[in-house]
Nanobody, 119 residues
Framework: QVRLVESGGGLVQAGGSLRLSCVAS????????MGWYRQAPGKERELAAT???????NYADSVKGRFTISRDSAENTVYLQMTSLKPEDTAVYYC?????????????WGKGTLVTVSS
């Protein structure tokens, strides 16, 4: 079992910045991918950004150039630096990880942290 704990959400004005953090703990041999998904009110959950163990990154088109994902492998932590925030970035942001343990890969989700961008 893996636990993901997110922090850093909050209320910010349009054009502002926030930094999300997520720490993974529990039973795993290797973290393959960590990342962030988001779910806006009335919408489906969607990818924001992911980063692999080899530091390959993937961003949604809507956040490219504004969000930066990074990780601290020693601390099993992933960060999402969000700049030039827009009201449409308002969502619950969920931390995600794919880990390898006991011969199998596993997917885990955090409980989410709310980001609200006011206009």
């Amino acid at each position: 079992q893996v636990r993901l704990v997110e922090s850093g959400g909050g209320l910010v004005q349009a054009g502002g910045s926030l930094r999300l953090s997520c720490v993974a703990s529990g039973s795993f041999s290797r973290i393959n991918v960590m990342g962030w998904y988001r779910q806006a009110p009335g919408k489906e959950r969607e990818l924001a950004a992911t980063i692999t163990s080899g530091d390959s990154t993937n961003y949604a088109d809507s956040v490219k150039g504004r969000f930066t994902i990074s990780r601290d492998s020693a601390e099993n932590t992933v960060y999402l630096q969000m700049t030039s925030l827009k009201p449409e970035d308002t969502a619950v942001y969920y931390c995600y990880t794919n880990t390898y343990y006991s011969g199998t890969s596993w997917n885990y989700w955090g409980k989410g942290t709310l980001v609200t961008v006011s206009s």
